[in-house]
T-cell receptor
């Protein structure tokens, strides 16, 4: 059974600092997704990682996938307040069903 | 514009009532999903459907029912058997190619 774990669950960081959110999954999966959720809102797709070694970047966010280690990371560079949100990773199962991590609540302080 | 629409945005249910949450998509996606989100617990899968007239239980299907009579529609009924239905419900759809999900805007259900 596929399980997905994220850490940390909560991250408070200062503007301008760098940090990384980690996403581990328990069984083989060749697809990993990152989503952003603002308070009271739905989920917005950030990145789709479809192969080992995949790296994608959008603005101050960069996501990578290591399928051998069953690990994906979301790196935040020079954080700004607008990045405050909850970030979810999700891994794909055999039926295209996604299993989500518990989320990381990111609070960027001025 | 293509998208996925959930309604209503807010829903109040009395004890013992069944309520139905609507989910409609015009993305021509084959698969549709229902998730429940509680504070601090992430998303948990209730039901999913890969094709019309077929659906499977997710991890927390007890107290819920669905139908998939049309490709575009995947309504979720929260029955009186669901003892703690207060939550944020998210519907999503996807292609078969593993591109990830498109989410609706969600329905917030509260028991009164």
């Amino acid at each position: 059974e596929l399980k997905v774990e994220q850490n940390p669950l909560f991250l408070s960081m200062q503007e301008g600092k760098n940090y990384t959110i980690y996403c581990n999954y328990s069984t083989t999966s060749d697809r990993l997704y990152w989503y952003r959720q603002d308070p009271g809102k739905s989920l917005e797709s950030l990145f789709v990682l479809l192969s080992n070694g995949a790296v994608k970047q959008e603005g101050r966010l960069m996501a990578s996938l290591d399928t051998k280690a069953r690990l994906s990371t979301l790196h935040i560079t020079a954080a700004v307040h607008d990045l405050s949100a909850t970030y979810f990773c999700a891994a794909g199962g055999a039926t295209n069903k996604l299993i989500f991590g518990t989320g990381t609540l990111l609070a960027v302080q001025p | 514009d293509g998208g996925i629409t959930q309604s209503p945005k807010y829903l109040f249910r009395k004890e013992g009532q069944n309520v139905t949450l609507s989910c409609e998509q015009n993305l021509n996606h084959d698969a549709m999903y229902w998730y429940r989100q509680d504070p601090g617990q992430g998303l948990r899968l209730i039901y999913y459907s890969q094709i019309v007239n077929d659906f499977q239980k997710g991890d927390i299907a007890e107290g819920y029912s669905v139908s998939r009579e049309k490709k575009e529609s995947f309504p979720l009924t929260v029955t009186s058997a669901q003892k703690n239905p207060t939550a944020f419900y998210l519907c999503a759809s996807s292609t078969r190619q593993g591109d990830g999900y498109t989410f609706g805007s969600g329905t917030r259900l509260t028991v009164v």
